[in-house]
C-alpha cells in the first residue's frame, strides 16, 4: 500500500502541553478560567457562522468527552437542534485535515448505505454541517468549532449495562469497518501520527517519567513497573502487519462504548461517532478498544478496582456483534486476534493515562489530582483480568468464528 504506514512512523513531538496551562480543569480550559468553569463563548455569533435553520435559542454542554469542548444548540424555536464544538488545538494541531477525514468519511458512508436503500440514514451516519462560507468550520477569537445536525431520540452510554448493548455496539463498529472496506486506506490524513503505535506511546512514556516534572512517579510506583513488564507487547502489532496478517484498513481508532449512539425506543445501535481520528489503522485496535470499554461494567475511573474485570458473556457478545457486523470482511489474522486486542488497547490505554499523570494532565480533561492515575489503574487491572482469563477468550473467539 502506498501510504506510509504508523508503525513505520517516529512521532517528533510530544504531545499536548503549554506552557500557559495550569492543568487544574483538562486541557482546553482556558488558562485563567477558575476551576470548574467554562470559559464565555459568543454562541449566537457561532450559530450565525454555520448554516443553521431558525434563530439561535440556547446552548448547553453536552457529554463528557476527554478532548473537546462540546455543546448542544437549540434553534428554532426549540425544533431544530445542533452538536457543536471547539476543537481541541492542543490535540489536534490541524482541524482542517481533520475534517476533511470526517468528510471523506461521511460521505462514503452517506452514499453505501443510499445504495443499500436505508431510509434513515440522517440517523445514521453524522452529517457536518457547513459554514455560511461553505466550510466545514468556523474560526473565532477562541479558536475552531464545528457543527453536526443532532441526532434525535438516541443515547450515548459509558458503561455496558448487558449483552445486547455490547453485541449492538460491536456489530455498529462492525459495519463502520464494512462500510469503508472500499475507501482506501490512503485517501485520509494521518492526522494524529503514531497515535495507536504502541512502542511510541512507550518512548513518549519513558521520556515523561525520566523528566517526572511534576514529581509524580513516586506516587506511580506499581503502574510504572507494570508497564515495564508488558514492554514487549507493544512489538506484536507491527510483526502482526509485517507479517500479512493484517491490513491497514479505514479505522475509526476511538471505539469506546460512548462513541455509539442507540435508538432510545429499539435500544439497536443507531449510529458511529466521534470522527475526529478516522484513519489508516489495524481493526485490532478498534476491536480492543471495545473490549477495554465495554465488556466489563466500571467506570473508566471508577477507584474500586474489585469491580474491575472481564466478564466473558460480555465479551462473547462482543466478538459475535463485530463478526456480524464485519460480515465476513476480517482475514483470519484479524479474527484469530480479538482475545489479545483488548490486552493490548488496554495496556496502551493504561500507558497514556500515566504518561499523561506525569506530564501534568496536559492531554485529557481531569476532575480531580490523580485522575489520570485512577484511569490507568484500571486499564491496569482489565489488562490483568484479561491474561488471566486469556484461554477463556480465545476459546470464545474460536468458537464464535466456526
Ligand atoms: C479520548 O475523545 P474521547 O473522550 O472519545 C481519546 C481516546 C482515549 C479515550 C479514553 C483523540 O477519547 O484515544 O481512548 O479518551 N481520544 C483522543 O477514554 O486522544
Ligand atoms: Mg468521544
Not at 201 to 220: I, K
Not at 348 to 353: M, Q
Request: charged content about 30%; some cysteine.
Amino acid at each position: 500500500m502506498a501510504v506510509k504506514s504508523p508503525f513505520q512512523r517516529k512521532r517528533d513531538r510530544t504531545r499536548g502541553g503549554s506552557s500557559d496551562y495550569d492543568g487544574r480543569r483538562g486541557a482546553n480550559r482556558e488558562p485563567d478560567a477558575p476551576p470548574g468553569t467554562m470559559p464565555t463563548f459568543d454562541f449566537a455569533a457561532i450559530s450565525q457562522a454555520f448554516s443553521m435553520e431558525g434563530e439561535y435559542r440556547s446552548a448547553r454542554p453536552h457529554g463528557n468527552g476527554h478532548i473537546h469542548d462540546t455543546f448542544l444548540f437549540t434553534c428554532d424555536a426549540g425544533r431544530r437542534r445542533y452538536l457543536v464544538q471547539r476543537i481541541n488545538e492542543r490535540v489536534f494541531l490541524d482541524p482542517e485535515r481533520v475534517m476533511q477525514n470526517i468528510s471523506i468519511v461521511t460521505r462514503h458512508l452517506h452514499a453505501t448505505l443510499a445504495a443499500r436503500g436505508v431510509a434513515d440514514r440522517a440517523r445514521r451516519v453524522l452529517t457536518p454541517v457547513q459554514s455560511r462560507e461553505d466550510r466545514l468550520l468556523h474560526r473565532d477569537a477562541s479558536g475552531y468549532w464545528r457543527a453536526f445536525d443532532f441526532i434525535e431520540g438516541a443515547h450515548g452510554f459509558d458503561r455496558a449495562t448487558g449483552e445486547s448493548m455490547a453485541f449492538e455496539a460491536a456489530r455498529a463498529f462492525g459495519e463502520f469497518a464494512r462500510d469503508l472496506a472500499d475507501l482506501p486506506p490512503e485517501r485520509l490524513t494521518e492526522t494524529l501520527p503514531a497515535f495507536h503505535h504502541t512502542p511510541t506511546h512507550y518512548v513518549e512514556f519513558e521520556r515523561a517519567l525520566g523528566a517526572d516534572a511534576h514529581g509524580r512517579a513516586r506516587q506511580a510506583g506499581p503502574e510504572i513497573a507494570f508497564a515495564r513488564a508488558r514492554r514487549a507487547l507493544a512489538e506484536i502489532p507491527s510483526r502482526l502487519v509485517r507479517e500479512g496478517q493484517m491490513p491497514w484498513r479505514v479505522t475509526h481508532n476511538d471505539t469506546k462504548l460512548d462513541n455509539v449512539l442507540f435508538d432510545e425506543k429499539s435500544g439497536a445501535a443507531l449510529c458511529v461517532v466521534d470522527l475526529d481520528t478516522v484513519m489508516p489503522g489495524l481493526s485490532l485496535y478498534d476491536f480492543g478498544d471495545l473490549v477495554r470499554s465495554a465488556a466489563h461494567r466500571a467506570a473508566e475511573d471508577t477507584t474500586d478496582l474489585d469491580t474491575v474485570g472481564i466478564e466473558i458473556p460480555l465479551f462473547a457478545a462482543l466478538v459475535a456483534g463485530y463478526l456480524a457486523g464485519t460480515g465476513g470482511c476480517l482475514t483470519p489474522g484479524e479474527r484469530d486476534h480479538l482475545g489479545f486486542a483488548g490486552q493490548i488497547v488496554a495496556l496502551e490505554t493504561g500507558l497514556r493515562f500515566l504518561t499523561d499523570y506525569l506530564l501534568g494532565d496536559v492531554y485529557f480533561k481531569t476532575d480531580r489530582e490523580h485522575h489520570n492515575l485512577e484511569r490507568c489503574r484500571v486499564q491496569f487491572r482489565l489488562v490483568e483480568s484479561i491474561e488471566a482469563q486469556m484461554a477463556e477468550l480465545e476459546d470464545v473467539v474460536r468458537r464464535a468464528g466456526r
